[in-house]
């Protein structure tokens, strides 16, 4: 069951991180339009600098998922290598847990101002160019929750299946 669920998330995971990188390169080719726009016509795309900002943002939260599950937060790997097997589990634990708190603490302090942008119809920008909030605001509290979801997973991992993910190819994502 849990390696079934483990799936589940990876597959989740996987698609949002090959969707942060189409919006990658669909900002990088606005930055290209509108620095040609400028350079040859004078004319600069109204909203790039919201649209990048916010689209920045997003691409982050999209790929925390997957830099959760290969592993890629925060490691070192040389204090793990003087550990034995249960301190690696110990100190897998322990990361997770306080990755859950972490992220926790992020979606918990994200979600008023979530919902007060989608009741109030929020928007950045200036009278010429609006741009809604919301899409960020509910990215930054799904990927958060995501990554919660991840790091229990790795957490459930290490305790039952003693997955650490040390000279592991299944620990990371296949793609």
Same mark, same amino acid.
Request: charged share 15%.
């Given at each position: 069951?849990?390696?079934?669920?483990?799936? %589940?998330?990876?597959?989740?995971?996987?698609?949002?991180?090959? =969707?942060?990188? %189409?919006?990658?390169?669909?900002?990088?080719?606005?930055?290209?339009?509108?620095?040609?726009?400028? =350079? =040859?016509?004078?004319?600069?795309?109204?909203?790039?600098?919201?649209?990048?900002?916010?689209?920045?943002?997003?691409?982050?939260?999209?790929?925390?998922?997957?830099?959760?599950?290969?592993?890629?937060?925060?490691?070192?790997?040389?204090?793990?290598?003087?550990?034995?097997?249960?301190?690696?589990?110990?100190?897998?634990?322990?990361?997770?847990?306080?990755?859950?708190? @972490? @992220?926790?603490?992020? %979606?918990?302090?994200?979600?008023?101002?979530?919902?007060?942008?989608?009741?109030?119809?929020?928007?950045?920008?200036?009278?010429?160019?609006?741009?809604?909030?919301?899409?960020?605001?509910?990215?930054?509290?799904?990927?958060?929750?995501?990554?919660?979801?991840?790091?229990?997973?790795?957490?459930?991992?290490?305790?039952?299946?003693?997955?650490?993910?040390?000279?592991?190819?299944?620990?990371?994502?296949?793609?």
């Amino acid at each position: 069951m849990l390696l079934a669920i483990d799936r %589940a998330f990876e597959g989740i995971t996987l698609l949002l991180k090959y =969707f942060a990188a %189409a919006l990658l390169l669909a900002v990088a080719l606005l930055i290209t339009l509108d620095v040609t726009m400028r =350079f =040859f016509f004078n004319q600069p795309i109204i909203g790039i600098a919201e649209i990048v900002s916010n689209g920045i943002v997003i691409i982050a939260f999209l790929q925390l998922g997957y830099s959760v599950r290969i592993r890629s937060m925060l490691r070192s790997d040389f204090l793990l290598s003087r550990l034995g097997l249960g301190g690696k589990i110990t100190v897998e634990v322990v990361t997770c847990m306080l990755s859950i708190l @972490f @992220f926790g603490l992020i %979606a918990w302090a994200s979600w008023s101002p979530m919902m007060r942008s989608i009741e109030i119809g929020e928007f950045i920008g200036h009278a010429s160019f609006q741009m809604p909030t919301w899409p960020l605001r509910v990215t930054i509290v799904g990927c958060s929750l995501l990554a919660i979801a991840n790091y229990a997973l790795l957490a459930l991992r290490a305790l039952i299946l003693r997955d650490t993910g040390e000279n592991d190819e299944t620990a990371q994502v296949a793609v």
